[in-house]
């Protein structure tokens, strides 16, 4: 009958009488009650917890000596710690009964050995025991242990937050002889950016003369320069042979036993670092650095059924890209995403469908390989090793080229690898990926990118400084590129990928952050053409970079005009090859260009010509420019006011060099005295003295022009075409200044 009542709707009760669901309610709480109780009657009566509040609560002074209860109630704490572990509640009690000295210094090293965790360890009970730590009370040998307990459990502490702001008072134990290793060893672990500061570097430096270059000194010391490379100015090997000492030899066995016993979840939540450090850390790199095998995460049985089939198609099983767009909308993405980077099918896939889980898992597995498997591995010297990265490096290469852009976490993996890389290691690899990051906001361009890029252009070889700047123009260049294609009349979206970025920029930002570059460049050149001589070949790498900074007005429509500093204008003007001279008329056709644009601009385009205000320095620059070129390679007047190289009159005359103010005319200029003097035994093959002033006739001065574009100096020709410059009007004169 009930259950036809169940069917049928719910029964009604009288509502004189309790309802059965208030009687199991009852029931129910009557039980837990009493479970309850016998709950805390067994734990007032199990041994191991009247253990704990006998060392909770025992004053301090107690005699230990004769004192059967103490012994008594410490082997029942032994007993379960070597067999359990101890709870967090244990270690709390025990580590404040050792380190507050209650009972003397006769327990503190025999209850520190009984410290075997059985999930956790509490944090603040680590704090309050560095607490009295501080103190000064306990002997050497007991705080030597304490801090080796800690190590061994460092993994095993539930937070972290608490300790590193103690930092400062850990930091001051390492003066002390005996603690130092391993007060080292845990600050290594706690070390965060913010913690180095001056004062610390120098502290251990100090104590690195004092004790030698002990390895736990460097490596504290490497770390720090990892962080704030400006503070340590230390050389340091890359790779030490020893370093840090496992310090978990009281505790090894226990531990593990314990975490036998207690299951395996324990074991993977909480492991020991001693207890796979050593076997994950050199397989990584043999396994992780490969690209994995492509394959389908749908059952093999059900893609031979017709219907899944049709809805459903494996990548894998596509072999041409007729089959791509035939499938593109019922492609099933491989289990393993890193298989997609070595399948060009797969990357026109990414291409095409803009899918935001395929790119944040592709990310995710990327991110993974580049940090754990490549930044963080510790057996990376092997040319095995080596091999490996450079073909996955080289692999990543080819997609971002594919694509046209990067990947967000190959750009985190550069900013952390900028700051430990040497310059040499996978040198091609890391400068192709550094020039396809995405633009970079211009206030921390500075911290991410300039900083690290400063240090190894001024310590590399000149063949390094070349590549740089190469590299560096290679990412000026994509960067302009993005911004034709996704620059939008008043906003500009400077993102790689829309779907799984957002970096959004106003035309005025990336204006910032594209000054910030090219004044960059331009201090890395003018002090880089000193350090190696104005080497001709950096000099060439140079002007690659500034073509293109003077071309983004006219050729990427970029309402922006720069010129280059004096630093690399001068050594250009200058150079001894011809080639150089050039390509600097050819940069100062390329503004001159850009400048008429800027006034030719249409004023119904309003959002434009209020973006496109060109500075009145830079304009000053360019036309102080323009005016040292005619007057210094047409007209002869080098050395005179208003030329930006000034030498007195009395240097000059001392130098004994007959009509010093036609030394870099076309026809003296180091660049250009090979073709003078060739010119002038074709034109003139009888004469036995030469004499190259004859070439400033008016008929040989025109001829001499002609024979100088027949060289294929294409710049030179248009440069004086464009400025309008006649060989009637402009011809070098043997006049001096004084007689002009």
Not at 467 to 486: A, D, P, Q, R
Not at 703 to 708: N, P, Q
Request: charged residues 20%; neutral net charge.
């Amino acid at each position: 009958m009930a259950t036809g009542l169940n069917v049928t709707g719910p029964l009604i009760s009288d509502p004189s009488f309790p309802s059965d669901q208030s009687v199991s309610s009852r029931s129910i709480n009557k039980s837990l009650r009493v479970a309850e109780k016998e709950r805390r009657k067994l734990e007032a009566e199990d041994p191991f917890v009247l253990a704990l509040k006998y060392f909770s609560d025992v004053e301090a002074g107690t005699p230990v000596i004769g004192n059967d209860e103490f012994e008594k109630n410490l082997v029942q704490v032994e007993k379960v710690a070597y067999s359990k572990g101890l709870s967090p509640e244990g270690i709390s009690i025990m580590l404040e009964f050792s380190m507050s000295l209650r009972m003397g210094n006769a327990p503190c090293v025999r209850v520190l050995k009984c410290l075997i965790p059985a999930t956790v360890v509490p944090q603040e009970a680590v704090v309050r025991a560095v607490a009295w730590l501080c103190v000064g009370k306990i002997p050497i040998s007991a705080q030597v242990l304490f801090i080796k307990w800690v190590l061994t459990v460092f993994d095993m502490i539930d937070a972290k937050d608490q300790l590193r702001a103690i930092y400062g008072f850990i930091f001051n134990f390492v003066t002390e002889e005996n603690l130092c290793p391993f007060i080292c060893h845990l600050l290594y672990l706690l070390t965060r950016k913010e913690s180095v500061r001056v004062f610390r570097v120098r502290k251990l430096l100090e104590l690195q003369s004092k004790l030698g270059r002990q390895p736990f000194l460097l490596h504290l010391l490497s770390l720090y320069k990892v962080f704030c490379p400006e503070l340590v100015t230390l050389s340091i090997q890359s790779r030490m042979k020893t370093g840090f000492r496992n310090h978990n030899a009281p505790w090894k066995s226990a531990l593990i036993a314990v975490q036998k016993r207690s299951g395996s979840q324990v074991a993977s939540s909480t492991s020991l670092p001693f207890m796979i450090k050593e076997k994950t850390t050199s397989r990584k790199r043999k396994h992780c650095l490969e690209f994995p095998t492509m394959s389908g995460s749908v059952n093999k049985q059900a893609q031979t059924e017709p219907s899944v089939s049709k809805r459903v198609v494996p990548l894998v099983q596509l072999h041409s890209f007729a089959q791509l767009l035939k499938n593109m909308h019922c492609v099933e993405l491989p289990a393993q995403m890193g298989s997609l980077l070595g399948s060009s099918l797969a990357l026109h896939y990414l291409d095409c469908v803009q899918d935001e889980s395929a790119l944040l898992r592709l990310n995710f597995w990327l991110g993974y390989a580049l940090h754990e498997e490549f930044l963080f591995c510790g057996d990376g010297g092997s040319s095995q090793n080596l091999e490996e990265a450079q073909q996955f490096l080289n692999k990543l290469l080819f997609t971002q080229d594919f694509l046209q852009e990067g990947f967000s976490s190959s750009e985190a993996f550069l900013y952390k690898f900028l700051r430990v890389w040497d310059g040499s290691l996978l040198r091609s690899q890391v400068l192709g990926l550094l020039s396809n990051i995405p633009v970079i906001p211009s206030i921390k361009i500075g911290q991410f990118l300039f900083e690290p890029l400063m240090q190894l252009f001024f310590t590399s070889s000149l063949f390094f400084k070349c590549g740089l700047i190469e590299c560096l123009n290679n990412m000026l260049s994509k960067w302009l590129c993005w911004n034709t294609v996704y620059c939008l009349e008043d906003n500009l979206d400077i993102s790689p990928n829309k779907s799984h970025t957002s970096i959004n920029m106003t035309l005025t930002d990336f204006k910032d952050s594209l000054m910030e570059l090219v004044h960059f460049v331009g201090r890395l050149a003018s002090v880089g053409l000193q350090l190696e001589g104005y080497n001709s070949l950096l000099l060439s790498f140079i002007l690659d970079f500034y073509e293109t900074v003077c071309d983004m007005f006219v050729k990427y429509e970029l309402p922006l005009v720069l010129v280059p500093p004096a630093g690399v204008f001068y050594p250009a003007l200058f150079a001894t090859d011809p080639v150089s001279v050039d390509r600097l008329l050819c940069s100062a056709l390329l503004l001159s260009r850009s400048f008429v644009s800027s006034h030719s601009v249409s004023p119904f385009d309003l959002v434009f010509q209020k973006a496109c205000r060109i500075s009145h320095h830079t304009l000053c620059d360019f036309n102080h420019y323009m005016s040292v070129m005619v007057n210094c390679l047409w007209n002869s007047k080098m050395f005179e006011p208003d030329m930006g190289i000034q030498l007195k009159e009395e240097l000059l005359l001392k130098a004994n060099i007959p009509e010093y103010w036609e030394s870099f005319n076309f026809i003296h200029h180091p660049a250009f005295l090979s073709y003078a003097v060739d010119f002038h035994h074709k034109c003139w093959p009888g004469r036995q003295d030469m004499n190259l002033n004859s070439i400033k006739y008016s008929k040989p001065w025109t001829w001499y022009l002609e024979y100088l574009y027949s060289q294929g100096y294409d710049g030179l020709k248009q440069f004086f075409v464009q400025s309008k410059l006649t060989a009637d009007s402009r011809r070098p004169t043997s006049l001096s200044p004084q007689q002009r």
